[in-house]
C-alpha cells in the first residue's frame, strides 16, 4: 500500500463534536489527558481542544483544565469559570488582562468561548464539583513572590520576615529576568537560598482541622513553588543547553501532581485534562529531545501515573495562517505558513488530500509506516519565521509520542482579544519559543 493509502486507511472523521467517540473510548478510565497544537496560535488546534475538553468535562468528570500559562493570571480566570466570590462575571474580562508577553496564547476568542461553557457548565454544580482552570507555567516570579508576601501578611504574619527576605533579594534586578540571569553568573546561587528557605516553611503540612481556605492554601504553595522553580529557571537560562527547560517542564509536571491531588476527594482521583504545546506533551523519549538531555511533561506524566493512565493527543496542520511574532517580544502578526516541508509528517498527510482527520494509534503492533516511522513534524512558536520554516521540525516516532493526532489541512489565525506592545526582557524559551 501506498503512504496515501496507509494515511486514508487509517483516519477517522473529524468534522462534529460526536466525531471525537474513538477517542473518548481510547482515554476510557485515564485520569488525564494531555492535549497539544502545533503553534500557539492557530484557531483549529484551540477550537478542538476546547471539543475535547468540553465531552471530558460533561460525560467523563474530569475535575480541571491545566494550561501552558501563568498561574496568578490563570487563577482569575479560573475565580471566574468557577463563580468564586469576586471573580469576573464574564471570563473574558479575566482573560483580557493577561498582560505578559505573549497574550494571544490565553487572551482570545478561543478561550474566552470555553471558558464561558465552563462557567455555564459549573453554574449548576455545587462549589466542590466545579471544574477548574489553572496555569502551568513558571515564568511569575514577581507576580508570585507579591502574592506570597501579601497573604502571609495579612493571614500569616509569621512567615512574612522569610518572605520579604526572598523578595529583597531580588529587587535589584528590577523584575528584568535577564538581569537576574546574568548576575547569577557572578554570584551563582543567586536567590535560592532565599527563596529556598521560604518554601521549605509553606511545604510545612496544614494541622488537621485547620480552618484555612483550601483553594487560598493552594495558591498561597503553588506561589512559594513557582518562585523556587522560576529563580532555578532564569539562573540556568543564561548557560543554556537542556537545564532550563528540564527546569520548566518538571515544574508543570509537579504542578500537575499538585492539581490531581487537590482534585482528589471521596475516592475520585482527580482527573485534568492539560493544553500545552506539542513539544510539552508528546512524550520527548519519540523525539530527539531526549538525545539532547531534554524530558517533557508528556513523559514525565507517563512514567509518574502509568502508560495507561494518560492519554496524549498532538495536533499537526498544513499550510495557511499562525499568529506569532518575528522575533522575542515583538508585537504579535498572522504570518503564511507555508507547505509542509519535504519528506515531513505533514506532507505525509497533506499528499492524501486529507481535509481533516484524526487518528487513535491501535494497540497492535502492524501499524502503517507513518505511525512507527521517524518523520519530521512542524512545531512553530510564539517565534517564527516562514522563511525558515524547514528548520520548525521535530523527528518523530509517532505512535510513541501521541496516542492520537488531529490534522488539518489548511489552518487559519486565532482571533486575540487585544493588541499588544512589544515588551522586552524577558528571556527566549527553547527550543524556539515553545
Not at 528540564?246 to 515544574?251: G, S
Request: overall charge negative.
Amino acid at each position: 500500500m501506498s503512504d496515501v493509502d496507509d494515511v486514508l486507511g487509517a483516519a477517522l472523521p473529524l468534522e462534529y463534536a460526536d466525531d471525537l467517540d474513538p477517542l473518548l473510548d481510547r482515554i476510557g478510565d485515564a485520569s488525564c489527558v494531555l492535549i497539544g497544537e502545533a503553534s500557539h496560535g492557530t484557531h483549529e488546534y484551540y477550537a478542538w481542544r476546547a471539543a475535547i475538553t468540553r465531552r471530558l468535562i460533561a460525560e467523563r468528570g474530569f475535575s480541571f483544565v491545566a494550561v501552558e500559562g501563568d498561574w496568578p493570571d490563570c487563577r482569575e480566570v479560573g475565580r471566574s469559570v468557577t463563580l468564586a466570590p469576586g471573580g469576573a462575571e464574564d471570563p473574558r474580562t479575566a482573560l483580557d488582562g493577561f498582560g505578559r508577553w505573549p497574550t494571544w496564547m490565553w487572551a482570545n476568542e478561543e478561550t474566552v468561548r470555553l471558558c464561558r461553557w465552563l462557567r455555564e457548565h459549573n453554574a449548576g454544580l455545587a462549589p466542590d464539583e466545579r471544574a477548574g482552570f489553572y496555569g502551568l507555567d513558571v515564568y511569575s516570579l514577581w507576580e508570585s513572590l507579591r502574592a506570597v508576601v501579601d497573604h502571609l501578611a495579612e493571614h500569616r504574619p509569621e512567615y512574612l520576615a522569610t518572605a520579604l527576605d526572598a523578595y529583597r533579594c531580588f529587587e535589584p534586578h528590577g523584575e528584568d529576568p535577564q538581569s537576574y540571569g546574568w548576575n547569577t553568573a557572578l554570584v551563582p546561587d543567586g536567590c535560592a537560598e532565599e527563596v529556598m528557605a521560604l518554601l521549605t516553611r509553606l511545604r510545612r503540612p496544614v494541622s488537621h482541622g485547620d480552618s484555612r481556605d483550601p483553594d487560598e492554601e493552594l495558591d498561597l504553595r503553588q506561589n512559594a513553588e513557582i518562585a523556587a522553580g522560576a529563580e532555578r529557571y532564569y539562573r540556568t537560562m543564561i548557560g543554556g543547553g537542556p537545564e532550563s527547560w528540564n527546569v520548566r517542564d518538571v515544574h508543570m509536571a509537579d504542578t500537575l501532581d499538585r492539581l490531581t491531588d487537590f482534585h482528589t476527594h471521596g475516592g475520585q482521583t482527580g482527573k485534568g485534562v492539560v493544553w500545552a504545546h506539542n513539544t510539552h506533551v508528546g512524550d520527548a523519549r519519540a523525539t530527539d529531545m531526549a538525545d539532547a538531555g531534554m524530558v517533557n511533561l508528556g513523559q514525565l506524566a507517563r512514567e509518574r501515573r502509568g502508560r495507561d493512565r494518560v492519554v496524549i493527543v498532538g495536533f499537526a496542520g498544513g499550510p495557511g495562517e499562525v499568529v506569532a511574532a518575528p522575533s522575542w517580544g515583538d508585537p504579535m502578526e498572522v504570518m503564511t505558513v507555508p507547505p509542509p516541508a519535504h519528506g515531513s509528517l505533514e506532507e505525509v498527510l497533506a499528499r492524501s488530500e486529507l481535509h481533516r482527520g484524526m487518528f487513535v494509534v491501535p494497540p497492535e503492533r502492524d501499524m502503517p509506516g507513518f505511525l512507527t516511522g521517524t518523520l519530521g513534524q512542524r512545531a512553530i512558536g510564539v517565534v517564527y519565521d516562514p522563511d525558515r520554516d524547514a528548520r520548525q521540525y521535530v523527528p518523530t516516532r509517532l505512535a510513541e509520542r501521541y496516542d492520537a493526532l488531529c490534522w488539518f489541512r489548511i489552518t487559519s489565525a486565532l482571533a486575540p482579544l487585544h493588541l499588544e506592545a512589544a515588551r522586552r526582557g524577558e528571556l527566549e524559551t527553547m527550543p524556539s519559543g515553545v
